[in-house]
């Protein structure tokens, strides 16, 4: 199994013991739904973070632990009508809120040492298999359109 970094089966516990006692439910159960929720989690964050995000920033712990309970408890073990009881969609409700905060740069990712995580747009540059050539296509008009000779080498050569 590949490495949690926001949150653990012991943290799961931790924040729901009762979920131990479930017969049903299994370590590999419960880091399954772990992992659901982290992937949820560097989903939303990707378009600002690095992804998983360095440090694992302490906040992302109880939101990756709610969101895995939460989806685990709506899909294993609540019924509809206990899960109207329950606080757990509020508490989803509040992760997914925050998390929702962090990926649009309102709310800033501190590390455990206080410090803050810069986000940022990330960037590439386009690549692509004829970027060393001559441009096909000119801007001002087709006439002066040329094509390189050496691209045609190339096309004729990956035909071989």
């Keep these: 199994m590949a490495a949690l970094n926001y949150t653990s089966v012991?943290?799961?516990l931790e924040t729901l013991p009762s979920v131990g006692s479930v017969t049903s439910i299994t370590s590999s159960t419960l880091y399954s739904f772990a992992w659901d929720a982290e992937t949820i989690v560097n989903a939303k964050l990707s378009k600002l973070y690095?992804?998983?995000?360095?440090?694992?920033?302490?906040?992302l712990a109880p939101i990756s632990t709610d969101i895995a309970l939460y989806r685990l408890l709506t899909r294993r073990i609540f019924t509809q009508e206990q899960l109207n009881k329950s606080d757990?969609?509020?508490?989803y409700?509040?992760?997914?809120?925050?998390?929702d905060k962090?990926?649009?740069g309102e709310v800033s990712l501190v590390s455990s040492g206080g410090a803050v995580i810069s986000g940022g747009v990330i960037t590439g540059e386009p690549w692509?298999?004829?970027?060393n050539y001559?441009?096909?296509?000119?801007?001002?008009?087709?006439?002066?359109?040329?094509?390189?000779?050496?691209?045609?080498?190339?096309?004729?050569?990956?035909?071989?």
């Design 10 to 12: 012991e943290k799961m």
């Design 128 to 131: 692509s298999n004829t970027l």
């Design 88 to 91: 757990w969609p509020d508490r």
């Design 102 to 104: 962090i990926a649009s």
């Design 134 to 160: 001559s441009p096909t296509f000119q801007e001002d008009s087709f006439e002066s359109s040329v094509v390189d000779p050496d691209k045609l080498d190339s096309i004729v050569n990956g035909r071989m």
């Design 93 to 99: 409700k509040e992760s997914m809120d925050l998390l």
């Design 50 to 59: 690095v992804v998983p995000v360095v440090g694992a920033p302490p906040v």
